[in-house]
């Protein structure tokens, strides 16, 4: 099984900064994604890494250590629709996902 | 239809009711998942089909069951819904048997009294 730990909630200043922190610990690891989930929406994909290191994406970035089973999310430019639930999941080996309870993110002007 | 649908959007339930949340998706994925997201405990998988014809459980599969009779559809059925059931359900779905994205439904909030 998984054991998947996120901060619950994270508030920053509108064009800040914020880094999302993802531990886990797993019986089988075949990847981690993180989903961004606006109140009341389904959860949309923002990123995917399988191996260590950083992947960028426009104002999203996602990077992994397998070796410390750990992850983050970095938000640059934040902006106020930026506020929502992020949601970290590490897929195993049969291809499930495992959902940690999520980072609720507020942006304030 | 483009993606992924579910229905109802909203319902509530009296205790003991059957129901059926219904799943449809037009992206020719194999695989098929059903989860349930209730504060503070993030997303739980129901019950997944890697391909049309086979389903399996997941993390917390007791009261519900699945079907997977072909590969757009993927209904979950609450045979006697129970208040502890009041949840939101998202569908999801994805290519090459799982290995693929997962990609959402919008989801149905059901509420059992």
């Known amino acids: 099984g998984q054991n998947i730990d996120q901060p619950t909630e994270m508030t920053a200043t509108e064009g800040a900064i914020v880094q999302i922190n993802c531990t886990y610990q797993?019986?089988?690891?075949?990847?981690l994604f993180w989903y961004q989930q606006h109140a009341g929406e389904a959860p949309t994909f923002l990123s995917y890494?399988?191996?260590?290191g950083l992947e960028e994406k426009g104002r999203f970035s996602s990077f992994l250590s397998r070796s410390k089973g750990y992850s983050y999310l970095l938000l640059k430019e934040l902006q106020m629709k930026d506020s929502a639930s992020y949601l970290c999941?590490?897929?195993?080996?049969?291809?499930?996902?495992?959902f940690g309870a999520g980072t609720t993110v507020t942006v304030r002007a | 239809i483009a993606g992924i649908t579910q229905a109802p959007t909203s319902q509530i339930l009296a205790a003991g009711r059957r129901m059926t949340l219904r799943c449809t998706q037009d992206?020719?994925?194999?695989?098929m998942y059903w989860y349930r997201q209730d504060l503070g405990l993030g997303l739980r998988l129901i019950h997944y089909?890697?391909?049309?014809?086979?389903?399996g459980k997941g993390e917390v599969p007791d009261g519900y069951s699945v079907s997977r009779a072909n590969t757009d559809d993927f209904p979950l059925t609450l045979a006697s819904a129970v208040p502890s059931q009041t949840s939101v359900y998202f569908c999801?779905?994805?290519?090459?048997?799982?290995?693929?994205?997962?990609?959402f439904g919008p989801g149905t909030r059901l509420t059992v009294l």
């Open positions: 999801a779905s994805s290519g090459n048997e799982g290995s693929d994205t997962q990609y």
């Open positions: 797993t019986s089988g690891f075949n990847g």
């Open positions: 890494n399988v191996l260590d």
């Open positions: 999941a590490v897929r195993d080996s049969d291809y499930k996902l495992s």
């Open positions: 992206m020719r994925h194999n695989a």
């Open positions: 089909s890697n391909t049309a014809g086979t389903t």
